[in-house]
């Protein structure tokens, strides 16, 4: 098998389809089949297909996580699995474990803070690893161990044939786990360590965001490094015939032997998984939606047909993102508008012939276009540098110079000299040349050109004076010129001040009139005087200009907070707007603290009740509005703090709500979380946050105004530097990019502030 392998190529066998999004995860299940699992939030088993030998069923659509789902580990059959089982973990912290027989989930295990990355079956207990940092053994559905294993996410883990475990993470190393004891730590990558496999009898594989793909003895020491890739390597695997496949975010599956790559398999989208069957066929992972079966058995290769046609969809997608002159070639026109005449002599124009874009220009003695030749852009970099003035440059930053000034374009190019570009920009800019050295720094910090030497001999043309020098001191004094941000940071919080009292009142009153007509809910009914009281109270309420003097008295609230404990779940939610307007009210936001920092807090009891499956959507609406609401007054800031993780776990599907006003009060309540964390400098509580705002980013059901408030508190966490890290092993560049492409302005520019802040080193 292994010389037939070796010797044959690789050739497409067949195309699955079914994934609604991008397919993330693959996981070999012995003879049986495979599963692949998505974005789509959706685990799909393949088998054989008996009508198609070449191809493959699915079998089974396992349904259960409620975001995207990422590693799968196979349970092999068992007396309780008698057709095996799947243990698989999501961006939404869980970890479900699966029944094959039935399709059915028949544990989950609820403990990471943050995306589950990896799992690994050592005997019958589930290891699992996390975005959180931590490794985590479950047994019998409990937990028995957590371990802070890494410095940083920790990304993928595998067990090796010898029993031990090994971990890759985004500190940039891998650890060698014996029980929960790590017996040794690999360095090497320079970057996040994104996917591992066993090398059967040699050690371990590792995949990384540096471009490479390692192999290691158990002892740490490099056996080899293999280079190819063009992008981020996100995932490894290895064949007993000794050969090796990778998976890269350059859109190739990367075929391995003794260290040099002896073929590629290329993509329309991002390979994020590879894994050999042990009939030494390949199955990718793409971000087109489609799992990919590639094999060398002449009998099992796709008819001429399907392969002309993969060949197409290839060409198609080349073609879609192929730029001439930072234009879309695709956009460019044919030929037949050369029939046209043009307006001037030398005028030019680009058109499209085959996959190529050509230029020509207009000769007005002759009355004909006259070929130029091929416009060529580089590989992909060109795709996205930006213009000024008709030209591209590797980048153009905003320069806040301040003072009221206008915000000014500032081109460079990577080969310029800094200290040149800076001198001639701010002669064109009519801005003083002590400012040089400043935008030089800023030059430099924001290219990543840390090396650079100053140049001391710099003179102003005006004053005669030196440059200033890092670390002299400087007598001008210069506003610092830095990247101006559309949206972010947020700055303040947000809240939900509006209300129709009048009818809110009449809401009460209808219920409270249902309550009195039944004698088994007679006793939870409001008296007049007790409907008085209310109308009383949203009086005071209603005044908004006389917040600051009005006031509420304890009785006010308790009565308030009686209904919220004795009314049934269907007629609570006028009663939590009434709260929702208390809390923004200073006397009575000051008398609700005493009811919330006691033994029974009220608001933890209220959020209890009203997320019980299944929730009520005006329920949800109110309630999260409330809390939102909590953050305009720093009193409750320790509260929100201290139970940060039950109310985002509480109200964590939101987001999915179909009801766009609940999304709206959700991702509200998250950027008023952003804000609050990065203010108190809480990076576990950024983290959680981070996660569940990039959970609604990604989310295509989102209503934009949802959207885009996440967006902002992604970019603001970001900006603060503690978590930016962790979004970009999110995936956050794509994430800005599908932003940036928004036909709605806010989310288009607060993608572009969010690229901006992937580009800073």
Known sequence: MAMEIDSAEYQLRCQLTGH??????????DNAGFATSSRDRTIRFWSSDESNKRSYTTSKILLGHTSFVGPLSWVAPSEELPEGGLVSGGMDTLILVWNLATGEKIQTLKGHKLQVTGIALDGSDVVSTSIDCSLRRWRKGQEVEVLEAHKAAIQAIIKLPS????????????????????????SGHTDTVRGLAAMPGLGVLSASHDG??????????????????????????????????????????????????IQSLEHPGCVWDAKFLDNGDIVTACSD???RVWTTHQDKIADPAELESYAAQLSQYKLSRKRVGGLKLEELPGLESLRIPGTSDGQTKVVREGDNGVAYAWNM????????GEVVDGPDEGMSRP????IQYDHVFDVDIGDGEPVRKLPYNRSDNPYDVAEK???KENLPLSYREQVVEFILQNTGQKQFTP?????????GSSAYMPGQPSNSVAPTAKPTFKHVPKKGMLVFDAAQFDGILKKVSEFNTTLLSASEQKHMGLTEADMSRLASILHVLKDTSHYHSSKLSDDDVVMVLKLLKSWPLTMLFPVIDILRMIILHADGAAVLSKHVNSANDVLMELIKKVTTSPPLPANLLTSVRALTNLFKNGSYHDWLLKHRGEVLDAYSTCYLSSNKNVQLAYSTLILNYAVLLIEKKDEEGQSQVLSAALEIAEEESVEADAKFRALVAIGSLMLAGVVKRIAMDFDVVNIAKSAKASKDAKIAEVGADIELITKQS
Do not use: N
């Not at 140049?455 to 004053?463: E, G, K, L, R, V």
């Open 20 to 29: 609604e999004d991008d397919v993330r995860g693959i996981c070999v299940c």
């Open 163 to 186: 029993g031990e475990l090994v971990t890759g993470s985004s500190d940039t190393t891998l650890k060698l786990w014996k029980g929960a004891a790590c017996i040794h730590t690999f």
């Open 212 to 261: 490479s793909i390692r192999l290691w003895e158990l002892s740490g020491q490099v056996l080899l490094e293999m280079v190819g890739h063009t992008a981020i390597v996100y995932s490894v695997d290895a064949h007993a015939s000794g050969l090796i496949v990778s998976g890269s975010e350059d859109r190739f599956a990367k075929i391995w032997k003794d260290g040099v790559c």
């Open 289 to 291: 939606g489609v799992v």
């Open 365 to 372: 003695m002759e009355q004909k276009w006259d070929k130029i």
């Open 387 to 390: 213009l000024l003035d008709g």
């Open 425 to 427: 920009w701010l002669l």
């Open 455 to 463: 140049d001391p001999s710099f003179c102003d043309p005006y004053t």
